[in-house]
């Protein structure tokens, strides 16, 4: 069945640092990834979506790359803020893109400090 | 445009309940995903609508339904209810165009169920 890792369940960083987190997979071949962020209390909101034949896409300070050979995904976060502190999901589509059919990994709990 | 919204926020009922959560997507969009969110297991795929369709399905069992009406909005039921049903049960809404169309997802704000 399909798989969806990620590597750290919590990562904390000093503010002014690069946050790196990563998502692996196993047994699918998606053909896009997706970034979100959720705050404790609240739903999951879409930061930035790769395809499979991108190797990276940026967005303000937000820098996503897709390794479809190492089956693998890292998210970065450039000078890093206490405003970034949040939980952060990957998710791929199952269903060679229809809608709807997400599998997301757990997670991985940010923490900048001042 | 309004967000997704859910109703209720919040709910407690007892094992062996029944409980139906409601969705409203975003307007002018047709595609509603459910999602449930445990500590232990993540966010996991329920189940998604589509003109008033089920389009796709994941791996719970049958006590877990759901519906979508005319205008979109959609409702989840959860029949027999187990203490293992406590969750945050999350909606999102996409335009739910046709297949190789990327679209992301817009999510509600939830609505925690706590099963005694």
């Known amino acids: 069945s399909q798989k969806i890792e990620q590597n750290s369940e919590a990562l904390n960083i000093q503010e002014g640092k690069t946050a790196t987190l990563t998502c692996n997979y196993t047994n699918y071949s998606p053909a896009y990834l997706q970034w979100y962020r959720q705050d404790p209390g609240r739903g999951p909101v879409f930061l930035l979506l790769i395809r499979e034949n991108e190797k990276e896409k940026r967005k303000e300070r937000l820098k996503v790359t897709f390794d479809t050979t190492l089956k693998q995904s890292l998210f970065h976060i450039t000078a890093s803020q206490p405003a970034d502190s949040a939980t952060y999901l990957c998710?791929?589509?199952?269903?060679?893109?229809?809608?709807?059919?997400?599998?997301f990994g757990k997670g991985t709990k940010l923490s900048v400090k001042p | 445009k309004a967000g997704v919204t859910q109703t209720p926020r919040y709910l407690i009922k007892t094992r062996g309940q029944q409980v139906t959560l409601s969705c409203s997507p975003i307007s002018g969009h047709r595609s509603v995903s459910w999602y449930q969110q445990t500590p232990g297991q993540g966010l996991q795929f329920l189940f998604e609508y589509f003109s008033e369709t089920q389009r796709n399905k994941g791996n719970f069992p049958g006590r877990f339904s759901g519906r979508q009406f005319s205008n979109s909005r959609s409702e989840m039921n959860v029949s027999t209810l187990e203490l293992g049903d406590s969750a945050l049960y999350l909606c999102?809404?996409?335009?739910?165009?046709?297949?190789?169309?990327?679209?992301?997802?817009?999510f509600g704000p939830g609505t925690r169920l706590l099963v005694l």
């Open positions: 999102a809404s996409s335009s739910g165009g046709t297949s190789g169309t990327q679209e992301t997802q817009y």
């Open positions: 998710a791929l589509d199952i269903e060679g893109g229809s809608q709807g059919n997400l599998i």
